[in-house]
């Protein structure tokens, strides 16, 4: 742990506007006692959130111009991209990515009414039919010209579930779409003499991937600090109370977390990490 002797009082930097702390430099405070300020390692955490796009072509995706007037896709695909990403100051502890979770065996099919074996074309065929007849069943509850003992909360029910079966029919030829999100998490350890950190890659294939992995593109975060400068360049009323002084400067250091050149988010705070030490002139 690194230690700085700063004093402690404050010189005043609304004159020239600037947001830096100043600090003038020796071993004591306005007390006459010496001060020790701890200083930590400087850790900034980046967090990035992933989404996952999937998309899986249903068994009858080549039947669904033939049997429902409108193409579907054939093939399978999957996109992924940074949702956002986010800087914070202090260290964060690693998220849990979320675990794969076995599907196990699905489900007897929907479109799956009798022993009677079919070729993929009469099963298509016959989900078809079964799409056209579900709406036929939700318009005559709608209008009341079947289920004259079907209202309220029973009405809802029934039309919701055959929502349920129409989209399951549906997805059978126009397949399915899932998404999933992850968050990444890391701690990123400033100092003073680097200002480009290379945290990690992103592909848009396969995502967030490791910083030696050149297949995908940099995320970086960026460091800046102002420069020391002369401060409270006062003038004088006499030439005697003019004198020159010593400080140690602190500046506003700020982050910037970048993936090529978007700007994700920034970061500003002031650390002694950065101090430096300037000369200036000032009222006695």
Do not use: W
């Not at 579930?161 to 400033?190: D, H, P, W």
């Amino acid at each position: 742990m690194k230690k700085i002797l700063l004093f402690l009082a404050l010189v005043s930097v609304v004159a020239t506007g600037v947001s830096q702390n100043v600090v003038k430099s020796g071993i004591y405070d306005k007390h006459g006692k010496a001060i020790l300020v701890n200083e930590d390692p400087l850790v900034v955490s980046v967090t990035l959130r992933v989404a996952t796009e999937k998309f899986t072509p249903g068994v009858y995706a080549r039947y669904a111009q033939k049997y429902l007037g409108q193409r579907a896709t054939l093939s399978e695909y999957s996109t992924i991209e940074i949702l956002d990403g986010r800087l914070a100051y202090g260290a964060c502890a690693k998220l849990q990515q979320p675990m794969e979770v076995d599907p196990g065996s699905s489900p007897l099919p929907v479109n799956k009414l009798s022993l009677a074996s079919q070729s993929a074309e009469e099963q298509a065929a016959a989900t078809a039919e079964m799409i056209f007849s579900l709406r036929k069943h939700r318009l005559e509850l709608i209008t009341g010209e079947a289920g004259e003992n079907v209202f309220g909360a029973g009405l809802k029910a029934a039309l919701d579930e055959i929502a349920r079966l129409e989209n399951e029919c549906l997805q059978m030829f126009y397949g399915t779409k899932t998404i999933e999100e992850k968050s990444y998490s890391f701690n990123v350890t400033i100092t003073p003499d680097k200002r480009d950190y290379l945290v990690c890659r992103f592909s848009d294939r396969v995502g967030v991937v490791e910083v030696n992995n050149l297949a995908g593109k940099p995320i970086v975060v960026k460091v800046e600090s102002e420069k020391g400068r002369e401060y409270a360049k006062l003038s004088p009323v006499e030439i005697k109370d003019k004198t020159t002084a010593e400080y140690t400067v602190i500046p506003q250091v700020k982050c910037s977390l970048v993936s090529e050149a978007m700007l994700m988010d920034t970061l500003t705070f002031v650390s002694p990490l950065f101090a430096e030490t300037v000369l200036s002139t000032r009222i006695k």
